[in-house]
């Protein structure tokens, strides 16, 4: 499937911290970047324009990203859409973490990296240097790891809704397992 094949009626979301905590704290870690792929077009929103990426993602029927994670950290800056937060709720579309739907269907924990291995045969850049790298100005560096990770979310999302299976890869054993998921 090609860039522009993804139904335009769902938005891809990857979010880059503006810094790391040393406990999970979304509100804390802020946003430092956001892309997003809709309608075969890659955004990418820094803090200061999140009100435009509000804007595009109520557009969307869904949003898409790798888990809890993109929500918790944008909510924080619902409120400066110019909408109360419960107003600014009711407006963004629907979110799906891929991530969170293959742990859930496999039972356990998996990467957003080991399904993208087993099923597309791609791999992520680390996420977790991502934000020392915004930090640092390496803005085209951190621009291309989101829309690799962009692209990644589109084809898994459309794996799982057209093949209704995706792989992982035990760590230990090294073999290799379907994840199915119901119609």
Not at 22 to 36: I, K, L, T
Not at 69 to 83: F, I, R, S
Not at 120 to 126: A, P, T, V, W
């Amino acid at each position: 499937m090609s860039a522009t094949d993804e139904t335009p009626e769902t938005a891809y979301v990857a979010v880059v911290p503006r810094e790391t905590t040393e406990d999970y704290d979304p509100a804390a870690m802020g946003v430092a970047v956001v892309g997003v792929l809709y309608d075969g077009t890659v955004y990418y929103f820094g803090e200061d324009d999140l009100p435009r990426l509000f804007d595009l993602l109520e557009r969307a029927e869904r949003f898409v990203g790798v888990n809890d994670y993109v929500v918790e950290a944008l909510e924080p800056y619902l409120g400066e859409n110019g909408d109360s937060d419960e107003e600014a709720d009711g407006d963004l579309p629907p979110f799906e973490g891929v991530q969170t739907r293959v742990s859930d269907a496999l039972g356990q924990r998996v990467s957003l990296n080991n399904v993208a291995k087993a099923t597309l045969g791609r791999e992520r850049d680390d996420p977790r240097r991502l934000p020392l790298e915004w930090s640092e100005g390496r803005e085209k560096t951190v621009k291309r790891s989101l829309k690799k990770d962009l692209l990644i979310l589109r084809d898994l999302d459309d794996t799982i809704r057209d093949d209704r299976r995706v792989h992982v890869t035990d760590p230990r054993t090294m073999e290799e397992t379907a994840v199915e998921f119901d119609g």
